[in-house]
Nanobody
Framework: QVQLVESGGGLVQAGGSLRLSCGAS????????MGWFRQAPGKDRDFVAA????????YYANSVRGRFTIHRDNAKNTVYLQMNSLKPEDTAVYYC????????????????????WGQGTQVTVSS
């Protein structure tokens, strides 16, 4: 089972950009579908984006589509979340998550579908 470590969070002004990284241990990273979620204070953890094992498919929450891009580098065991045009409402702790060899029809937007989670990285967007 992989272990995940996020990095790249920080404080940015509205309209700015950040790139989050999530590094995975182990040799089987390419067997995992990857996702990003976020949790604002006092709110539930919400789906942000997901990417398939081979990067052939990506998925986004409506709130971030067109502003955020998820991609992965299996050679580096890393998944990224490029965040552009950031808004104060993007402020949250961002978590990456991994699902080993998901079966067809799985719901990648659901927390319980993922096997492994990182510790999270704080993103704060000031107005």
């Amino acid at each position: 089972q992989v272990q995940l470590v996020e990095s790249g969070g920080g404080l940015v002004q509205a309209g700015g950009s950040l790139r989050l990284s999530c590094g995975a241990s182990g040799r089987t990273f390419s067997s995992y579908a990857m996702g990003w979620f976020r949790q604002a204070p006092g709110k539930d953890r919400d789906f942000v984006a997901a990417i398939s094992l081979s990067s052939s498919s990506t998925y986004y929450a409506n709130s971030v589509r067109g502003r955020f891009t998820i991609h992965r580098d299996n050679a580096k065991n890393t998944v990224y979340l490029q965040m552009n045009s950031l808004k104060p409402e993007d402020t949250a702790v961002y978590y990456c998550a991994a699902r080993l060899r998901p079966a067809a029809g799985w719901d990648r937007s659901q927390i319980h579908e993922y096997n492994t989670w990182g510790q999270g990285t704080q993103v704060t967007v000031s107005s």
